[in-house]
């Protein structure tokens, strides 16, 4: 059965449901090797998941981002690493779209191969001298124009989906422009002098496959200067929210693994399970809070950017910012709170619930940073009183 067969949410919510269930027992073995799981992506292309976010005019559903943000919480819960991987595919295929950035040409050139193939891309920005591209650090990766079109050379880190990527778009400081542009190139993973250095060594989402790709003398051709950047502010991104939505997932796997525990062990020393515990209860309670919480805000700002035009989408950047770092947080928060209710057994390697600790921290590193996210809360608060 493929997603596109089917015509409505539900019916695709209960698809992929059913599909990733193998990926929670997987994820201990790929967590405990930094495996990359392609067993997982195997499946998810065998359903046609990576085509979701392709627009209908071009083969896909061009799903909403209430739909996406759906789904990738149910991989999440599953298996944090694929979904935080799938995620950043999903969520630049349905911003391509929706936003025109590329040649028609290049773009169905490319959402045919997603389509007819299931290929994966994925954004390649961070570098070692720049850090994080959201802090506005000039790339030192270079493409110099030759007669038949680019050469590009550098390393970009943190490049998520690397042993299974198909494109990569990357960005680069472009020789001889004056004053220096910056653009993204689309490079196929085929072209000669595209190697990966196999360098993620992270005890976060160890599954994520975010190894180093180096660029040595990459011919690509002229058209594959798909976009100038702007340095400075970003509009706001919507698909983004596919960062909360993951880590959403792992909170409600560890409040699953919490609960379960809770009402059924029974230590001799109490009539009935710990689940009857006041302290106890306490916690569960908590934890429930913060779910409905991360759950209402999530998904009512995603709802909100599906029925609004771009003008008032381009008011929400602070907004998006407040919901990843508030449900990122709260995550945080949940798998703590499931830690102490299982008590030391949670720190056994055996356990999810130290790789679902591990993990979710991984979301405090993702963008927008905290940080930045409070200042620009702090300067709407000062322009909404003045």
Known sequence: MKLKELNHTEERLKLVKETVKPFTERAEKHDEEASFPFDNFRDLISIGYPSLTVPAENGGIGIS?????????????????????????????????????????????????????????????????????????KPETYAKQDGSGWVINGKKTFTTLAPILNYFVVS??????????????????????VEIDETWDSIAMRATGSHDLVLKNVHVDKDDLVEYLTPGNKPAAGWLLHIPACYLGIAKAAQEYAVGFATSYS????????????????????????????????????????????????????????????????????????????????????????????????????????????????????????
């Open 65 to 137: 981002l209430y739909e996406m943000l759906k789904l990738q919480e149910t991989i999440a819960k599953a298996d944090g690493s694929t979904a935080l991987a799938i995620g950043w595919h999903m969520g630049i295929t349905m911003h391509l779209g929706e936003n025109n950035i590329w040649s028609e040409e290049k773009y169905k050139a490319y959402t045919e191969d997603v389509v007819d193939n299931g290929a994966l891309l994925n954004n390649a920005a961070s570098e070692p001298a720049t850090g994080s591209p959201t802090r506005g650090g």
């Open 172 to 193: 680069a400081s472009i020789d001889g422009t004056e004053p220096e542009q910056v653009g993204n190139f689309l490079v196929k993973r085929e072209r000669a002098g």
């Open 267 to 386: 230590p001799n020393s109490i009539k009935g399970t710990i689940s009857e515990l006041p302290n106890v209860k306490q916690k569960l309670g908590e934890m429930e809070l913060l779910i409905i919480e991360s759950e209402h805000f999530l998904y009512s700002v995603a709802q909100k950017w599906d029925e609004s035009n771009e003008a008032v989408r381009q008011t929400m950047k602070t907004e998006l910012g407040a919901v990843k770092l508030s449900v990122v947080n709260k995550a945080v928060q949940v798998v703590d709170l499931a830690m102490r209710v299982a008590g030391a057994r949670s720190l056994s390697l055996k356990n999810p619930l130290q790789r679902y600790y591990r993990d979710v921290r991984a979301g405090l590193h993702n963008p927008p940073m905290d940080d930045m996210t409070v200042m620009q809360l702090a300067q709407k608060s000062i322009g909404d009183r003045v």
